[in-house]
């Protein structure tokens, strides 16, 4: 997809925040420092539109980028840093359910894994509160740079096996260093959107 205009249009904790234009909305999920932040801005050819850093943590709120006047792409805070505290935590599970229970314009999830370690019991419980929720999940295991080019099959093959995706959702190994995956991952897209 060619990008034309990329903006943030609000950060937001609860839904009164929330835009209200209706346009669809792709929410991203994934442990924190995981990759989700860095996957928008490749995916939109900012380099820093999105807040990353190299420490866990970074995005604290719901952060609604409009993008090219079309839809959204709902940046989240992460799960699984172990030093958070159970308020924070607690803070972060509310914002998240009320978010992914009420809001009628969302229309996919992205799930960031780490294409180089098996997925987590944290990202599993991810997957399977969104699926709860109905929702068509994009898996997109990033880091692919980071492994041999022999190793690929392997790595993907454990991703599909231990989060036991459905077969009607997909697994697109990603790397926001190069960009491989990103015509995939927009091809799944425009059907959402
Ligand atoms: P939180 O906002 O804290 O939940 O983190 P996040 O998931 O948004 O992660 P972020 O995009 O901030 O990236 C975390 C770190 O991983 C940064 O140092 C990025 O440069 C690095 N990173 C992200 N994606 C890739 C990738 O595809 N390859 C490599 N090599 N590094 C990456
Ligand atoms: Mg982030």
């Given at each position: 997809m060619k990008i034309t205009t990329a903006e943030i249009i609000t950060s937001a904790v609860s839904a009164k925040q929330y835009p209200n234009d209706r346009s669809p909305e792709i929410a991203l999920a994934g442990r924190s420092n995981v990759g989700k932040s860095s996957f928008i801005n490749k995916m939109i050819q900012r380099k820093n539109l999105v807040r990353t850093s190299s420490k866990p943590g970074k995005t604290q709120t719901l952060n609604f980028y409009k993008i090219n006047d079309l839809f959204?792409?709902?940046?989240?805070p992460g799960y699984g840093y172990a030093k958070v505290s159970k308020k924070e935590r607690e803070k972060w599970g509310g914002m998240m359910e009320e978010y992914f229970q009420t809001r009628e314009t969302l229309k996919a999830a992205i799930l960031i894994t780490d294409i180089r370690h098996e997925p987590t019991k944290d990202d599993m419980q991810m997957y399977g509160y969104l699926k709860y929720f109905e929702l068509p999940v994009i898996i997109v295991g990033t880091k692919l740079d980071k492994i041999p080019k022999g190793k690929r099959v392997k790595h993907l093959n454990q991703t599909i096996h231990t989060l036991q995706?459905?077969?009607t959702d997909i697994v697109i190994p990603f790397s926001a260093e190069t960009g491989e995956g990103?015509?995939?991952?927009?091809?799944?897209?425009?059907k959402y959107i």
């Open positions: 959204y792409f709902v940046d989240v995706v459905e077969s990103k015509a995939d991952v927009w091809s799944i897209l425009k």
